[in-house]
């Protein structure tokens, strides 16, 4: 499976951004679609989940409440809907899958990743 992320870009504090996670290949909808994070010097961290179903959505606590993960299997293409951003936003956001049942938030339990799109976020 190959992931294309895209939708990033400059925001200022306060305004959102949709990212968008394409992705080819059959295996997307039996799949967790996850979010990641990474600033520059700082981990890979993790931002949201949803399991194949949709039905499962889980959030790290500082993006929860201004972030929504949503996705559509007919068109192989997960969301990240990033509303009231801030500063500390910025990082490259990465999508990826996990093939299987779970939801995972650890990225070593993530098969595929896309090459990521900038977030920066100006106050």
């Known amino acids: 499976v190959q992931l294309v992320e895209s939708g990033g870009g400059l925001v200022q504090a306060g305004g959102s951004l949709r990212l968008s996670c394409a992705a080819s290949?059959?295996?997307?909808?039996?799949?967790?679609v996850g979010w990641f994070r990474q600033a520059p010097g700082k981990a890979r961290e993790f931002v949201a989940t949803i399991h194949w179903s949709g039905r499962h959505t889980y959030y790290a606590d500082d993006v929860e409440g201004r972030f929504t993960i949503s996705r559509d299997n007919a068109k192989n293409t997960a969301y990240l809907q990033m509303n009231d951003l801030k500063p500390g936003d910025t990082a490259v956001y990465y999508c990826?899958?996990?093939?299987?049942?779970?939801?995972?938030?650890?990225?070593?339990?993530?098969?595929?990743w896309g090459q990521g799109t900038q977030v920066t976020v100006s106050s």
């Open positions: 290949g059959s295996s997307f909808s039996d799949s967790a």
């Open positions: 990826a899958i996990s093939l299987g049942l779970s939801v995972p938030t650890e990225p070593q339990r993530y098969d595929s």
